[in-house]
């Protein structure tokens, strides 16, 4: 476990993947009422977004608890750790104080590729979500659990919880956790043996934070084209409820420029792990944009702007094509953030990777 008490606190308040590289070959704040005669308060008009909002972030998962803080969390390109920061706005994200709040094994279990933490509040404790391999076995990964019982998460302890078990010991990774009337489940990436794929997405009920009932459905493989460049990858997936659908995310293929994200949908009525109530997109919903200058995006979640309504897209994406080696080993993967559309159907309208606000180019 790793204490956090004794890492620096951000400021108070005013204030994957060139994966399976060889694996497989080898194995809101409540308002307050208004009255008659009250005129209601206009809602905060959030400034311009900040892009990009956090550099060498990938695989970001943006959390607004009810304390009104916004939580970040993502991959580092040295995947060794697991940090933190928090803000009272999306754009403060990019300004406030980072602290690390997990460490990597030297040795053993949780030791290598620290990959795409999720921290989630369930039943008054905070959980991150983590892949992890042995330091010995690099390519071994495995879903692992940490919790931390404290209502602050940069205070506290954080208890390794232990592995995610699944239906069998093969590669897996990118958990996300979500509710559905009164149901928890677990959502992540993993490949099946016998598969002509690297990692598909699949479902299950949770009977504890860190266990899983059982069974396990796959909800997606990657049979199309665009999921199959370079590897045929379903991860990272994120579950957004809106306007009586489930709409379920995920990217594909190899994490280049040719990285991009599926879309899933149930209607909300649904059996949820019934895969064949599961419709998926034919085609990305959201790809690299020359015009832009915005490549391989992916992995994203989503989160609710300052004024408690507007839907907000988070993903991570490069500045350039042109990767000089493996793409695992490149870190500007950064972090982006931008409203999110919706349709007189009520699809969501993910639009184009939105070009920088912000100057530089390789970090």
């Excluded at 977004?49 to 956090?54: D, G, S």
């Excluded at 602290?99 to 290598?112: C, E, I, K, L, Y």
């Excluded at 879309?263 to 959201?286: G, H, I, Q, R, Y």
Aim: proline share 9%; charged share 20%.
């Amino acid at each position: 476990m790793s204490r956090a008490a004794d890492l620096p606190e951000p400021p108070p308040p005013p204030a994957r993947r060139l994966l399976l590289k060889s694996a497989l070959a080898a194995g809101a704040v409540a308002a307050a009422p208004v009255t008659a005669h009250a005129t209601p308060a206009a809602r905060p008009k959030a400034a311009p977004y900040v892009n990009p909002l956090v550099r060498n972030r990938a695989d970001p998962h943006i959390t607004r608890h009810t304390d009104g803080f916004y939580y970040f969390t993502a991959t580092v390109p040295e995947y060794d750790r697991i940090i933190l920061r928090r803000s009272r706005t999306l754009n403060g994200l990019s300004r406030t104080a980072e602290s690390v709040v997990w460490r990597a094994h030297p040795t053993g279990d949780m030791g290598a590729h620290i990959w795409a933490p999720e921290m989630h509040r369930v039943g008054g404790k905070w959980y991150i979500y983590f892949a992890a391999a042995p330091a010995e076995d690099v390519w071994a990964i495995r879903i692992w659990v940490l919790e931390n019982a404290h209502p602050n998460p940069f205070r506290g302890v954080w208890v390794e919880k232990g592995r995610i078990k699944t239906a069998w010991e093969t590669f897996s990774l990118d958990a996300t956790t979500f509710t559905h009337r009164g149901t928890r489940y677990l959502a992540w990436a993993q490949h099946e043996p016998g598969m002509d794929n690297n990692t598909a997405i699949w479902l299950s009920e949770m009977d504890s934070p860190a266990t899983l009932t059982g069974p396990q459905v796959r909800l997606s493989t990657p049979e199309y084209a665009w999921e199959r460049i370079g590897f045929a990858v379903n991860e990272g997936a994120y579950v957004l409820k809106r306007n009586g659908r489930l709409f379920m995310t995920y990217s594909a293929s190899a994490t280049d420029a040719n990285y991009c994200m599926g879309l899933l949908t149930a209607d909300e009525d649904s059996d949820l792990m019934d895969p064949a109530n599961w419709s998926k997109s034919p085609v990305p919903v959201f790809t690299s944009n020359d015009t832009t200058e915005q490549y391989g995006p992916g992995h994203n979640c989503f989160t609710v702007a300052e004024d408690g309504v507007t839907d907000v897209l988070v993903y991570h994406a490069r500045q350039y094509k042109e990767i000089d080696g493996d793409p695992l080993h490149d870190p500007n993967r950064h972090t982006r953030i931008q409203r999110l559309g919706w349709r007189p159907d009520g699809t969501p309208d993910f639009g184009v990777p939105v070009a920088d606000t912000a100057s530089g180019q390789r970090a």
